[in-house]
């Protein structure tokens, strides 16, 4: 596609939900991220793929976290039994050949736990 | 881990007014700069960047930002400010060898007529 595609767009979770956020990557593009971004702070990085491999998973903030990208395109990260402070927004953002300059960001999905 | 600060939180202007967005990072090895905007539910867009080179970027709406490297500053300006250009601005930093950006906190930018 044109861009990086984010779906849901929000999302409302009772807490203890699990929940899966996708990411739909620009066509041809090697590198995948995942942000998040609490309110009020900028963007914090998650994990980093390239093609299908998880390369750095150093971010994610506890083992309720999990990101997989199978075939190297489209991409999901997970939630189990999520808390009220998971409530945050879930950037993804690609890159192809021009490498980590090259990053485009997808409009996020907004979760709230409640 | 990088550290981002942006020294300033919020920053009302007037519409035709100059506005400048502070932006301090803490390396001493090469980097590379960034500022995104992020306009109300929409994702992050790159405004400009700083790979190297001139240290003085611009952007195509009129914003610029000049790479100090003693200073370890990349402060963002615009001479000119429009009503549209009200958003939230972050500025970024990627180590030379590294794929992570680190963020600052961002800067709410509120344009009056």
């Known amino acids: 596609g044109a861009g990086v595609s984010q779906s849901p767009r929000y999302k409302v979770a009772k807490r203890g939900q699990d929940v899966a956020l996708r990411c739909d990557p620009i066509s041809g593009h090697v590198s995948l991220f995942w942000y998040q971004q609490a309110l009020g702070q900028g963007p914090e990085f998650l994990t980093y793929f390239q093609n299908e491999a998880q390369l750095d998973k150093s971010g994610l903030p506890s083992d309720r976290f999990f990101a997989e990208r199978p075939e190297g395109s489209v991409s999901t990260l997970k939630i189990q039994r999520t808390q009220q402070e998971d409530s945050a927004v879930y950037l993804c953002a690609s890159s192809g050949p021009a490498g980590v300059v090259g990053y485009t960001f997808g409009s996020g999905t907004r979760l709230t736990v409640v | 881990a990088q550290s981002v600060t942006q020294l300033d939180s919020q920053v009302p202007v007037f519409e035709e007014a100059p506005v400048e967005l502070r932006c301090n990072y803490s390396s001493s090895v090469s980097v590379y700069l960034f500022w995104y905007v992020q306009y109300p539910n929409q994702g992050l867009q790159l405004l400009l960047k700083?790979?190297?080179?001139?240290?003085l970027v611009e952007s195509i709406n009129g914003f610029e930002a000049e790479f100090n490297k003693s200073q370890t500053s990349f402060h963002l300006r615009k001479p000119s400010v429009h009503i549209s250009d009200t958003a939230e601005y972050f500025c970024a930093v990627i180590v030379s060898n590294d794929y992570k950006l680190s963020f600052g906190a961002g800067t709410t930018v509120t344009v009056r007529a």
């Open positions: 700083y790979l190297s080179g001139s240290t």
